[in-house]
């Protein structure tokens, strides 16, 4: 339970109260992550298909739908990509970058970045809701699961944190391997179970996509990792961004 409440609490603003905030707390709830991201994923695809069902069109579900993770993380991921962005931007040395990425505003890289984010998650749920209200759901489900897993893995042993403060801190180097491995497999099992209730080409694409969100989300957390010494809470935001954008688009590109 200590597990459940530090995931929910810290990524999601569902009012779950935070009774443990050490490492062993961290470690459970990132490992509870894609369970609060299957959470999000429902609430999303229940708005995009309420909107379908009033007759709206694909492309006005598809955006409600992008808009509920943002509201119910209350802008953190988009606004820690944003950050990541301009401090991956800056070509500064890793103490200057990391400076600005704790300014509050928002520079060029960052607003291109969340631009070319949100224009390519409507663009995909899009095309899904265009095929039938249960592709668009389970594109929305499949992504923010597949997402927060990408938190798990970011939240490792071996991945150092960049700062000695805030959630980055708390949580990097938390989970094991092992652990991260076996959460992934279960995760693969049940979206390619989910597939199935389609076909089985949908099984095989809702893996393949998965595995393309965590590739390119593997990639940017190496990136960040060298650019700044390791991982700050932005670096998780712009992570899990990544992971959520690239399994959209990749199942949109069945």
Known sequence: MDGLRFAFGTLTVFPARITRWDRDAARAGMLCAPLAGLVVGVCAAGLGGTFLALDSGPLLAAVATTAVPAVLTRGLHLDGLADTADGLGSAKPAEDA???????????????????????????????????????????????????????????????????????????ATVPVRSATFTTAVVLVLLAATGLLFSPYDAVHNVLAAGAALGAAAALLRRCVRRFGGVTGDVFGAVEETAATTALVALALG
Do not use: C, N
Request: proline share 4%; glycine share 10%; net charge positive.
């Open 98 to 172: 990391l400076r600005i990425m704790k300014q509050s505003d928002v520079g060029p890289f960052g607003v291109i970045v969340l631009l070319l984010v949100l224009l390519a998650q409507v663009a995909a749920l899009y095309e899904l809701y265009g095929e039938s209200w249960a592709h668009g759901a389970a594109g929305a489900a499949l992504a923010a699961t597949v997402a927060r897993l990408a938190l798990t893995h970011a939240s490792r042993h071996g991945v150092p944190a960049a700062r000695p403060e805030g959630l980055g801190a708390i949580v990097a």
